[in-house]
């Protein structure tokens, strides 16, 4: 394995983090959200627009070069600027080239950003409603896969979700504890899309979808963005927000796929991890939090393994004694997730990751003696990932 | 609505068309690698084993084992309304490759993962046929 340059840890920060509204924005564009998002991320840094000279983002599958539609949005050019192509694992994949970036001399603050009117999309006819697809048509398989009436994101990874089963006796009570507890922690964030509690029966009573996920194993439909702005650290001292050191990050992709060799249960979470790890110069044992990719619960178990926070078959028992809720051994998706607070393909992990790490929170949002925060990434079919590792600011 | 009840047919890549063309015929074929003997799927001009552009269809045994699998409650597409709900699932075939599928002739809460199975060919229409997989028969 080659070994991550520890010149790049600590050397930059997060200084601004912001969301849009969340859930049902009707009448907003994808584009008008990350605009909204990142102004809230501008105003909280205390930047002024005109200080970014660097934009990594990414939006709608269909729009072609999305970070020059924002960079016009934003009236500014670029030093740097970029659309990522990893799904999931493109925000913060977007923080790290903006490490890199920075560290490079070729931009000096950088915001990253993801939006999306998905609920919006999904929900504009019936039609689209029972397709249920944010992606175009040319985006879509023509073969081995329409024929068989195998449709949408979902199937994809209850396939894993089905094999772990098989493997290791893993159970739906344990992919409901996972729903459960990131229900509880949406109900802290006003932001967040989902406002009701959620029992277990209620977990069990909800329909099936692509079995063995149920509707309240997967992520929600949202209009939804975040942002943030990364800065050298010594940038960073004049700003506004306590910096939050990023301390490594990682990357890996399964591009052999999703269905090949046992990536269905062993996730690129794995090898992502341990570059971060190494960056860092941490551990599992080191982290207080994590705001892991929860496009359906199983992938939150299945990473938490990867991830070293358990061992491989043992997520279940893991996730079931409850680890992840505040005060567990690992508060896991503090603002909700996207299960209940709003899917933006991993941006809003990365937000809440940073908010974590300054500690300023209420007392009841705030992970307690936190001190590094992991957050996952996770995207493309399931092919690509990355992590991101920061510290308390 | 138009077309919208039929099941959506394959539309093959220029790769493909020999694998739909042999299915057309109830016969599953795939490509074996000339240079280093491996068999790959999906259908591309290259070996993903070495490279090698040099292969030939070749009959495979239709035989394999469920690698994992799923059951759709939802209707995605109108065409599937009537069939949910259907398993869709992984099948490894013993010459190693691995297909998407439909699992046939067996209630799904009966599909397991390493279930072994074999293949038999659903004819849609407009000269259509498509591989599925059914249990494979005890002495088969």
Known sequence: MIEPSRELRDVCAIVGAGNSRLGRVPGVSSLDLLVEAMHNAIVDAGVKVTDIDGIICRGPDESYAHHQLMGARLGINARFSTTLDN????????????????????????IIGFGRDSWSRTHSSKEANLRNETRPDSQLAHEFGPEYGFFGAVAAHAFGATRHMHLYGTTRDQFGAIAVAFREHALRNPDAQMKKPLTMAQYHEAAPVVEPFGLLDCSL????????????????????QPPVPIKGFGSFNNLRGWFADDNMVTTAAKNSGESAYRMAGVGPADVGTAQIYDCF???????????????????????????????????????????????????????????????TYPTERQVAGADIALVSGHGG??????TLILGRA | MPDTAKKPAPRPSPESTPYWKAAREHRLEIQHCDACGQFWFPPSQNCP?????????????????????????????????????????????????RLLTNIVGVPPQQVACDMPVQVTFDDYDEGVAVPKFRPLKAGT
């Open chain 1, 87 to 110: 799904g999931g694992a493109s925000q913060i994949l977007g923080v790290a080239l903006a490490t890199m970036a920075i560290k490079a001399g070729m931009a000096s603050t950088v």
């Open chain 1, 381 to 386: 079919n399931q092919v690509c990932h990355s």
């Open chain 1, 297 to 359: 619960t199983y992938m939150v178990l299945t990473q938490l393994e990867d991830y070293g926070f358990c061992k491989k078959g043992e997520g279940g028992p893991f996730v079931a004694s409850g680890a992840l809720r505040m005060g567990g051994r690992l508060p896991t998706n503090t603002s909700g997730g996207q299960l209940s607070e709003s899917h933006c393909e991993g941006m809003l992990q990365v937000v809440e990751g940073a908010r974590q790490m300054r500690h």
């Open chain 2, 49 to 97: 084993h070495c490279l090698a552009s040099n292969f030939t269809w070749m009959p495979v045994s239709g035989r394999g084992k469920v690698f994992s699998f799923v059951t759709y409650h939802r209707v995605y597409h109108p065409a599937f309304a009537k069939e949910v709900p259907y398993v869709v699932a992984l099948v490894e075939l013993d010459e190693g490759p």
């Open chain 1, 221 to 240: 439909r949202s209009d939804a963005a975040g942002a943030v702005i990364v800065t050298s650290r010594e940038r960073a001292r004049d700003l506004r």
